[in-house]
């Protein structure tokens, strides 16, 4: 059996909505960010899947930003996370609903 | 002659405006003086331009300035003095110099003896207006001007409270006021509508232009013209079904009544027919229709007169009767008969109405006549003069109303409307019995006023040689009728009874004598002794429904006054509170809660809103692959 | 002086702005000069007004967008004159007036404010400088009845805010959509009211258009059932803030029709004749009745405005010169009388705290000259001859008999039913015993008041029985704008139903 663009664009929806019920479902906020991350890794798998299935170097180069991206992200994430914890004692979301209307 | 014209409309003008200048003090004689000579001069000018219209023949005009020009519409303050005018005139200017007169007397102890002045020569002047118009419009002017004097002379004593009107059928002095005008209003909007079909059809309301094209139009037009115009004089001349204002107007005080809802407002309707004789002798059906409502008006006036107790209200009744002989005989086609007619019973009935002032003040304002009796002793002179302008009322040769109503009588002879005879000829009977009732009652009998402890005292000189003018007119006025006729048919159509009538006519003043000295014997042999009433009469039916005025005024009462208010009410209430401003609320509300539920998504829950926008993300894809798919 | 008008607009405005430096003590002084001094500017245009030229006047346009073709475009004619000169009066009369005991420098700066907007709504021939001086008017008032008013006031002023808010947006709606297509057909854009009245436009968009405008308009007017603001707005509104809102802001709806959607929509506007006049005629009997039913003195007064707005609309879709002339006066008469008559209730609020009618009674005796002026401005209101509400009542009512007689003698009824309402109040008021003992000794009008009133009962009778001077030039521009709405007609109808007067000779 070859493995064909198929599969791995099944595999990226499989990660993707995995990720989508991880941001839907999980109250942590941490738990939410290897929720996005998840996602973002389905996207990549697409992206480079794609991009040697039609022979276009720019998929794969989009998933190198991607990945330097969402380095960057984290970095600035887990930054804000830590102080979140520390003000608030917690990074349970229901918690977190300072700014209700 | 131009000069006098505007001498006889403005010097009323005038003594209104000085009189309104001390309207807020307290008494002053010489307003009481100077407002008569005013009235006076009107007199002077208004002979004077009556003798000019019978010497040359034309009528005199004159054109002030111009008034309403908008569009095709081009209204001006036009007036002409011709021969009904002039006769019109100088019965209003003699009349109300008279009353002017008069009134020093009667109102010589009112606080707003001024003011009273004031609005007595503005209604003068407001009725000048109208008889001296040469348009609808400024007839229309008057019309209205004579209603809010009349309105405003009738409330004029407008701090009295309301009584319920078992105690006083007219309530108030203010409700009689306002029930007046807002009755003449109804009428003036048939005017109205009258005036705007001349409009637009003929493009003009001068009389003379509008009356030379009358040809023009086809005859339907005609007789909405005509029946529009005629609601208008309806209501000034308080025919049925607008009746019931003239008799609660009796709540003026009397010089009052004897000016304005006896001599000559009351009569600017059938003013109004003669003045549009032209087009009325070209609608014979409605022409036909007026004379038999005003038949109807006679009789039926005449029959409250027979119970009523009310000095006042008998004569007010009286003048509604004899409107209605005007209105026959206009509508039968002698307009200058009705002419006449209005001329003798203004003479008449404004003396009878001011003979009933001296009562009034003799009986300290007691109007019940059951609780008087035996006056003559006391004031003989003003027992005469109401007796006179009886027998003038009941048409008594050789007085004023012989030679009117005989007339009258003779016109629906030689129409072959038997029916309309037979009915005035009925009427003239009862107009005899009713006023000799009250004369009698009044000035004969046992001296029932002692129960009311009133000291009866005849009317200082002055004012009866004020009366004493009336009461010459009313006995020799009625000699005068052929040269009338021959001055006023040089304008007004003539009207010539045939042959068969003219040898009946002996026939016919007999009957008519006959039946009016009938009248006269039967109140003289039932009440010149004593007052005889019986509990039994007096409880009947047909008593009660006459006392009550045929319940007229109760059903309106309940068929429209408290209707309205109560519609009204509901209409506030129920409607416009209850269903448009709650519309309205109700949108605004329902914006406002909707908000209010939305708001609840915005919770403050980073989990909440994330789901929402997956919610969002899935839904556009469903979107945009069913967009896809349909394409 | 060629720029006048521009001087009328910005002469309160700077005022105003001044007036923030002028102490407590002498404003009161200082806004009647200012008022008087405008009133008087306001003459002087009258007087320079040349009366037969039926077009534009005064005329003044600067480009401001180009690129939209928007512009400070300033005009009159016959029809706006008197209207500007209305404002500017019962501005000064209400600032005599003026009874309001604290912060009252706050409320004759806020009087210039408002004065400066509607003197811009009657002058502007830009749209977007009317819309914007139309919307501006609305500030002003929502400060005066939310700060000076009674107990509801903001519901009140709010009510009044939104509600006419609303139909100004759809109108503006209408107005970028009637731009868009002069766009579309010339190429250019313009917002000038003078280049639309050129435009022809295809009989089904003039329809809807003409309801976009309609409802505007008729929100401000208020025609029933858009009218129940009106009744709040004049309960809880201080007695001047009533005075100008019912004698000048109302006027803006009704010449809002004349201005805009009779010249611009002729077919639609007669093809919508029927639909409006009988609006009119349910407005003028359903008001009169809920007048009639009033026990609060100054709700019979606020609900009879709406019943005679409902003569004036039917006056102005009479479609011909009678009707449009009589519509035109009828909105100064109508301004003048109600005015008045909002200064008189205002006068016997000042002294009882009440406008309850039953607290009253018998105030002729202790009143008389205060029960004079009331009963010549009642006299007014119901239409008497010779009195200034004659003469517009009569030519609206005259002007729609051609149209249709039916609903003019259904709208005649105004004249039974408004003498029905009027007198039963005055009455009330004014006639009888005096049951209350605190009124026996209530004091008669004072110099201030009489200052007030003179004048306008002066002008009640003068117009009334020589309106030559108002009716002259109303009539040259209405005969003119009746001609342009004839030959633009396009539907056979709207030909026939719309009726050129003859040249002045023929009609000689």
């Known amino acids: 059996m070859t493995i064909t663009l198929t599969h791995y664009l099944v595999l990226s929806a499989i990660l993707f909505t995995i990720g989508l019920a991880g941001v839907i479902r999980r109250k942590n906020l941490l738990m939410l960010f290897f929720a996005t991350e998840i996602m973002l890794n389905a996207a990549n798998i697409a992206f480079v899947s794609i991009s040697s299935f039609i022979n276009d170097l720019s998929g794969q180069m989009f998933a190198l930003f991607i990945i330097a991206i969402a380095a960057s992200e984290v970095a600035v994430g887990l930054g804000l996370l830590i102080l979140i914890y520390k003000k608030y004692g917690t990074l349970d979301l229901d918690k977190l609903s300072t700014m209700r209307g | 002659m131009e000069k006098y014209l505007y001498i006889a409309l403005f010097a009323p003008f005038v003594s209104s405006l000085f009189s309104a200048l001390f309207a807020q003090q307290k008494k002053m004689q010489f307003v009481g003086i100077v407002a008569p000579i005013l009235i006076g001069i009107s007199l002077m000018s208004s002979l004077l331009l009556l003798s000019h219209v019978h010497e040359s023949g034309e009528a005199v005009r004159a054109n002030l300035m111009d008034w309403i020009v908008v569009g095709d519409m081009n209204i001006t303050f036009g007036f002409a003095v011709d021969q009904v005018t002039a006769v019109m005139m100088v019965v209003v200017t003699t009349v109300s110099t008279v009353v002017h007169i008069y009134s020093n007397y009667y109102m010589d102890h009112d606080i707003s003896f001024n003011r009273f002045f004031s609005y007595l020569s503005a209604f003068v002047f407001s009725m000048m207006i109208l008889v001296m118009s040469d348009n609808f419009l400024g007839l229309f002017i008057g019309w209205e001007g004579v209603g809010v004097c009349s309105w405003l002379l009738i409330g004029f004593w407008y701090h009295k409270k309301d009584e319920s009107k078992d105690v006083n059928p007219s309530v108030s002095p203010s409700w009689a006021a306002n029930e007046a005008f807002i009755v003449n209003r109804i009428a003036d909007l048939g005017m109205l509508v009258g005036i705007f079909l001349i409009y637009w059809n003929l493009g003009t309301l001068t009389y003379t232009e509008v009356f030379a094209q009358l040809g023009t139009l086809d005859h339907t037009l005609l007789v909405w013209i005509g029946i529009t115009l005629f609601i208008g004089a309806m209501g000034k001349s308080?025919?049925?079904?607008?009746?019931?204002?003239?008799?609660?107007?009796?709540?003026?005080?009397t010089p009052v009544s004897a000016l304005i809802h006896a001599a000559t407002m009351v009569t600017a309707g059938v003013y109004l027919v003669i003045r549009a004789n032209p087009l009325y002798s070209q609608i014979p059906e409605v022409s036909y229709g007026i004379a038999l409502l005003g038949t109807f008006v006679a009789i039926f006036a005449a029959s409250m007169a027979l119970v009523n107790r009310d000095l006042k209200r008998i004569v007010a009744y009286s003048t509604l009767s004899q409107l209605g002989y005007m209105f026959a005989a206009a509508g039968l086609g002698a307009y200058w008969i009705a002419l006449f007619h209005l001329a003798a019973h203004a003479f008449f009935k404004a003396l009878l109405f001011l003979g009933a002032g001296n009562v009034m003040h003799a009986m300290h304002d007691e109007l019940d006549i059951f609780k008087m009796g035996g006056l003559k002793k006391k004031m003989f002179w003003s027992f005469l003069m109401m007796g006179l302008a009886s027998l003038a009322l009941a048409g008594i040769y050789p007085l004023a109303g012989f030679f009117s109503k005989d007339a009258i009588l003779e016109a629906a002879f030689n129409e072959h409307t038997y029916g309309i005879w037979f009915v005035l000829w009925l009427t003239a009977g009862l107009t005899a019995f009713y006023s000799f009732r009250q004369v009698f009652i009044v000035f004969l009998g046992d001296e029932r006023y002692h129960e009311i402890g009133a000291h009866p005292h005849e009317a200082k000189p002055y004012a009866l040689w004020a009366m004493s003018v009336?009461?010459?007119?009313?006995?020799?006025?009625?000699?005068?009728?052929?040269?009338?006729?021959?001055?006023?048919?040089?304008?007004?159509?003539?009207?010539?009874?045939?042959?068969?009538?003219?040898?009946?006519?002996?026939?016919?003043?007999?009957?008519?004598?006959?039946?009016?000295?009938?009248?006269?014997?039967?109140?003289?042999?039932?009440?010149?002794?004593?007052l005889n009433r019986s509990e039994k009469t007096e409880n009947s039916f047909a008593y009660k429904l006459l006392y009550n005025q045929y319940y007229i005024p109760h059903f309106y009462e309940k068929a429209i006054t408290k209707p309205y208010a109560e519609l009204s009410e509901i209409a506030w209430q129920e409607l416009d509170m209850k269903v448009v401003d709650a519309t309205v609320d109700g949108i605004a509300k329902t914006i406002e809660s909707s908000g209010d539920v939305s708001r609840r998504a915005q919770d403050g829950n980073l989990s909440s809103y994330l789901k929402w926008m997956t919610a969002g993300f899935v839904l556009i894809t469903i979107i945009a692959v069913i967009s896809v798919v349909i394409k | 002086?060629?720029?006048?008008?521009?001087?009328?607009?910005?002469?309160?405005?700077?005022?105003?702005?001044?007036?923030?430096?002028?102490?407590?003590?002498?404003?009161?002084?200082?806004?009647?000069?200012?008022?008087?001094?405008?009133?008087?500017?306001?003459?002087?245009?009258?007087?320079?007004?040349?009366?037969?030229?039926?077009?534009?006047?005064?005329?003044?346009?600067?480009?401001?967008?180009?690129?939209?073709?928007?512009?400070?475009?300033?005009?009159?004619?016959?029809?706006?004159?008197?209207?500007?000169?209305?404002?500017?009066?019962?501005?000064?009369?209400?600032?005599?007036?003026?009874?309001?005991?604290?912060?009252?420098?706050?409320?004759?700066?806020?009087?210039?404010?408002?004065?400066?907007?509607?003197?811009?709504?009657?002058?502007?021939?830009?749209?977007?400088?009317?819309?914007?001086?139309?919307?501006?008017?609305?500030?002003?008032?929502?400060?005066?009845?939310?700060?000076?008013?009674?107990?509801?006031?903001?519901?009140?002023?709010?009510?009044?805010?939104?509600?006419?808010?609303?139909?100004?947006?759809?109108?503006?709606?209408?107005?970028?959509?009637?731009?868009?297509?002069?766009?579309?057909?010339?190429?250019?854009?313009?917002?000038?009211?003078?280049?639309?009245?050129?435009?022809?436009?295809?009989?089904?968009?003039?329809?809807?258009?003409?309801?976009?405008?309609?409802?505007?308009?008729?929100?401000?007017?208020?025609?029933?059932?858009?009218?129940?603001?009106?009744?709040?707005?004049?309960?809880?509104?201080?007695?001047?803030?009533?005075?100008?809102?019912?004698?000048?802001?109302?006027?803006?709806?009704?010449?809002?029709?004349?201005?805009?959607?009779?010249?611009?929509?002729?077919?639609?506007?007669?093809?919508?004749?029927?639909p409006v006049g009988i609006i009119a005629v349910i407005m003028i009997i359903y008001t009169a009745m809920i007048a009639y039913a009033q026990k609060d003195i100054k709700q019979v007064i606020a609900y009879s405005s709406i019943s005679h707005m409902g003569v004036i609309v039917l006056g102005t879709f009479a479609m011909n010169t009678e009707g449009i002339a009589g519509s035109v006066f009828l909105m100064l008469s109508h301004g003048i009388v109600s005015g008045a008559l909002f200064l008189l209730v205002g006068v016997i609020y000042d002294r009882k705290h009440t406008k309850i009618m039953s607290e009253f009674g018998g105030l002729a005796k202790s009143m008389p000259n205060f029960a004079v002026v009331f009963g010549v401005m009642t006299m007014a209101a119901v239409g008497l001859p010779l009195t200034i509400g004659f003469i517009g009542e009569y030519l609206s009512l005259a002007g729609f008999f051609k149209v249709s007689p039916t609903l003019t003698v259904l709208g005649g009824t105004s004249i039974i039913l408004g003498a029905a309402y009027m007198l039963k109040a005055l009455k009330n008021t004014f006639f009888g015993p005096i049951t209350n003992p605190e009124n026996e000794n209530l004091p008669d009008l004072d110099a201030k008041e009489l200052t007030a009133l003179i004048p306008l009962v002066a002008i009640v009778i003068w117009l009334g029985i020589y309106p030559k001077p108002v009716l002259g030039p109303i009539d040259t521009t209405t005969k003119a704008l009746v001609q342009m709405m004839h030959n633009k007609a396009q539907t056979k109808e709207a030909k026939a139903t719309i009726l050129v007067s003859k040249p002045k000779k023929e009609a000689k």
């Open chain 2, 238 to 253: 308080a025919q049925f079904p607008l009746h019931t204002w003239l008799t609660d107007a009796m709540e003026g005080p």
């Open chain 2, 470 to 530: 009336l009461a010459v007119l009313a006995v020799i006025f009625g000699w005068f009728r052929e040269d009338f006729m021959e001055f006023i048919t040089k304008f007004l159509p003539a009207y010539e009874m045939s042959e068969h009538t003219h040898h009946m006519v002996w026939i016919l003043t007999i009957v008519t004598t006959a039946i009016a000295v009938t009248g006269i014997l039967v109140a003289f042999f039932k009440y010149s002794k004593k």
């Open chain 3, 1 to 274: 002086m060629s720029n006048i008008l521009t001087v009328l607009i910005f002469f309160p405005l700077i005022a105003a702005i001044f007036g923030f430096m002028v102490n407590q003590k002498s404003i009161r002084v200082y806004g009647i000069t200012v008022a008087a001094a405008e009133f008087l500017l306001s003459l002087w245009l009258w007087a320079s007004f040349d009366s037969t030229n039926p077009g534009m006047q005064f005329v003044e346009q600067l480009s401001l967008i180009p690129q939209f073709g928007i512009s400070y475009y300033l005009g009159v004619d016959g029809i706006s004159l008197f209207i500007v000169i209305m404002s500017t009066l019962m501005t000064l009369i209400g600032i005599i007036a003026l009874s309001v005991k604290d912060d009252i420098k706050n409320m004759i700066i806020t009087l210039l404010f408002l004065e400066v907007a509607m003197i811009g709504v009657f002058v502007s021939l830009d749209v977007i400088l009317f819309y914007v001086f139309w919307e501006f008017s609305l500030v002003p008032m929502l400060y005066v009845i939310g700060a000076w008013g009674g107990n509801l006031r903001l519901y009140a002023s709010i009510k009044f805010f939104i509600y006419t808010f609303a139909g100004s947006l759809v109108m503006l709606i209408g107005m970028l959509y009637m731009a868009f297509i002069y766009h579309s057909t010339t190429g250019v854009w313009s917002f000038s009211l003078t280049d639309w009245y050129s435009l022809i436009l295809p009989f089904d968009v003039q329809k809807y258009l003409f309801l976009a405008f309609f409802l505007g308009f008729a929100i401000k007017v208020p025609m029933f059932p858009f009218h129940t603001w009106l009744p709040y707005a004049h309960g809880q509104a201080p007695t001047v803030g009533s005075v100008i809102l019912a004698a000048v802001l109302l006027k803006m709806g009704t010449y809002g029709f004349v201005r805009f959607s009779l010249p611009l929509f002729p077919d639609a506007s007669v093809a919508y004749i029927l």
